[in-house]
């Protein structure tokens, strides 16, 4: 089945220092990748769209300066959290879209990075 | 989007089957219903999708009434495994490539 990886699994930084989170799609092409912001019980929510060769749409009160999304190539998409703070330590989740299908199910999650801010 | 509502937690034992209902008033002609699963500290994973009628495969079962105004997914003798949270997401599968919209969950809990 599809493969979406995500690295690194866990990362713990320092405030003001900037994190990259890369998302791949290993045994398909995806034009489309989604990244969603999990806090502790809480559900996912999508930060943002990320398409191949174009600017990501990001949704209303996700800063898109702070978080930059860069989708270069088919099969990987980044995103790098700027100048962190301990409330943007969550659970990261991408998502990719295999490039034609239609149906909606055809969304493959990655395993999630944590990001811990101190 | 359609909106959904689950219940937010439930509780079984090992061996038995489990439903989890949700509620999909607004839920239009050419939305699809899908179920994913998600354990602590990993991304969801796909369960079951269905339009109407019953989907069944080799995890799960997903029943949907004529009207489609809800769903359930149903678990045949759950496992501690099962322990997890389950997702209910409503959506037009012609329109993928939107994200999916991700309401509370249903937190099941599986005891021995």
């Known amino acids: 089945g599809a493969v979406v990886s995500q690295h690194p699994s866990r990362v713990i930084c320092k405030s003001g220092t900037s994190v990259k989170i890369e998302c791949r799609s290993l045994?398909?092409?995806?034009?489309?990748m989604f990244w969603y912001r999990q806090f502790p019980k809480q559900s996912l929510m999508l930060m943002a769209t990320?398409?191949?060769?174009?600017?990501?749409?990001?949704e209303q009160g996700v800063e898109k300066d702070k978080f930059l999304i860069n989708h270069a190539s088919l099969t990987l998409s980044t995103l790098t959290v700027t100048s962190a703070h301990p409330e943007d330590s969550s659970f990261y989740i991408c998502?990719?879209?295999?490039?034609?299908?239609?149906?909606?199910?055809?969304?493959?999650f990655g395993p999630g990075t944590r990001l811990t801010v101190t | 989007l359609a909106k959904t509502t689950q219940p937010i937690s439930m509780d079984s034992y090992e061996g038995q089957e489990v439903n989890i209902t949700c509620s999909h008033n607004?839920?239009?002609?050419?939305?699809?219903i899908t179920w994913y699963q998600q354990f602590p500290s990993q991304g969801p994973r796909f369960i079951i999708q269905?339009?109407?009628t019953k989907v069944t495969n080799e995890v799960a079962s997903l029943f949907i009434p004529a009207d489609r105004k809800s769903s359930t997914l149903s678990l045949p003798r759950v496992s501690l495994s099962d322990t997890a949270v389950y997702y209910c997401?409503?959506?037009?599968?012609?329109?993928?490539?939107?994200?999916?919209?991700f309401g509370s969950g249903t937190r099941l809990q599986v005891q021995p």
């Open positions: 997401l409503v959506g037009d599968s012609a329109a993928g490539r939107r994200a999916l919209t």
């Open positions: 269905g339009y109407k």
């Open positions: 607004n839920i239009a002609t050419n939305d699809y």
């Open positions: 998502s990719a879209r295999a490039s034609g299908s239609l149906s909606s199910y055809e969304q493959y």
């Open positions: 990320s398409n191949e060769g174009s600017k990501a749409t990001y």
């Open positions: 045994d398909f092409q995806a034009t489309t």
